[in-house]
Each structure stands twice: as C-alpha cells, then as structure tokens.
C-alpha cells in the first residue's frame, strides 16, 4: 500500500489553464505538506495543513490554493498557469513527534507550455 | 535566517571508493537534522535522522552522518559506495522547539557512481 499518493504523476498544460493535483496519506497523521521542486532541485515549502488546519503558508502566490478537506486528503489546485510554475510537486506527511520525519509522496511532475 | 547548505553541488566517484557529503546549517535553536535520497524517478526516502543523543547516527544502506554542533555540521559519510546509490542527496534541518515539521532543505547534491 502506497503511504502517501498523489495524483496524476504528469501533467502537461497550456499557460492560463486551471489545475488540480490531489494527495492521500494512509498513515493516520495529522500533518501534511506540499513541497514545490524546481527545475534545479531545490525543495521549498509551499503550504502545511494540521487536521484541516492551515499552520504554514509560505510566500506563494494566491493563484495557489491547498484545501484539506479532512486530516488524509491535501490537494493543491492552481490558477491561471504560468510558465514559472513548471515544477515537481511533492505532498508530504508528518508523524506526531517532536522529531517526525516527513514520508513523501512520488511527485507530481507539472509542465507548463 | 533559517538555511542549510550543501557543499557539493555533483560528486562523481568509482565504486567502492568512500563517500562524504558535507552539510551546513543556520538555525537559531535545537535542531532535528536529516538526510533524505531521491532515487532517480522516485520520491524522497530518509536515510538517517538526528535528534538527540549519540552525534555519530547511522542509517539505512551503510550510510551514516556526524553531527558536530560546534561547527553546525551534519556530513553523511559511507565508507564504500556501489552504483545503486547514484541518486540525489539532500540535507534538511527542522526546529525541535514549535514544531511545526517544516523541513528547510539544502540545494542537493548528485551523486553518479560509475560502476
């Protein structure tokens, strides 16, 4: 069983266009995140949801918004693509420990056209 | 402010020669210091993590990591490395204290073993 999951793994779309990107983890906690991955590899935090609770919202445009519509489903959906927003975007969730390590999903892989 | 950095960005050794990855971080407080791999294609998976007690912590696939608080280092080290650990490494730090698990990353190194 997968532990954290993420849909769809590829997504190609034109500049403009509106889109989704869904995530469930089977793990039982509380804390999810989205990491965004950039063409160089570098991971950023985007957003943290705790039991459907908006904790972290990092400097990210509006055309952004997560939405937990309950403690094992983080999706992400997304305005009016840009170029920039080409990207690996990867869910994430926590362990309930002062120490929690973070499981990570397998990526979904945006390219804007 | 808050960050971790890698300092090498692509490492490119033989099999079976040793591996050390450095890694640095700037962060006001106790910290919890990570390393996760990306194998090529897939997510990130955690090697080995540090909280508390012994600073020498090993991980999984004979890899292991030092963390020396004096110099706010944390290298990962294996002594023998083999072609399957061709992946991306990253160093990530957290606060131990209002955890809210927010993981701060380094820039990544890739490793290519040649076989």
């Known amino acids: 069983d997968t532990a954290v999951s993420q849909t769809p793994k590829y997504l190609v779309t034109q500049m403009g266009n509106d889109k989704s990107i869904k995530c469930e983890q089977n793990?039982?906690?509380?804390?999810m995140y989205w990491y965004k991955q950039d063409s160089k590899k570098f991971l950023k935090i985007m957003f943290s949801?705790?039991?459907?609770?908006?904790?972290i919202n990092e400097t990210v445009p509006n055309r952004f918004s997560p939405k937990s519509p309950d403690k094992a489903h983080l999706n992400l959906h997304i305005n009016s693509l840009e170029l920039g927003d080409s990207a690996v975007y990867f869910c994430?969730?926590?362990?309930?420990?002062?120490?929690?390590?973070?499981?990570f999903g397998e990526g979904s892989r945006l390219t804007v056209l | 402010a808050q960050s971790v950095s890698q300092h090498n960005h692509h490492v490119i050794l033989s099999e079976a020669a040793s591996l050390e990855l450095g890694c640095n971080y700037s962060?006001?407080?106790?910290?919890?210091l990570f390393w996760y791999v990306q194998y090529p294609g897939q997510h990130l998976q955690l090697l080995l993590k540090?909280?508390?007690?012994?600073?020498l912590v090993k991980g999984i696939k004979g890899f292991e990591a030092e963390f020396i608080k004096s110099k706010f280092s944390f290298n990962l080290r294996k002594p023998s490395v083999q072609w399957s650990d061709t992946a991306e490494y990253f160093c990530a730090v957290n606060g131990r204290s209002g955890n809210t698990g927010k993981l701060i990353f380094g820039q990544g190194t890739t490793l290519q073993v040649k076989p």
């Open positions: 540090y909280f508390s007690g012994d600073p």
């Open positions: 949801y705790n039991n459907k609770e908006l904790i």
């Open positions: 793990l039982g906690h509380d804390t």
């Open positions: 962060y006001g407080g106790t910290v919890n």
């Open positions: 994430a969730s926590r362990e309930e420990s002062v120490t929690g390590e973070l499981f």
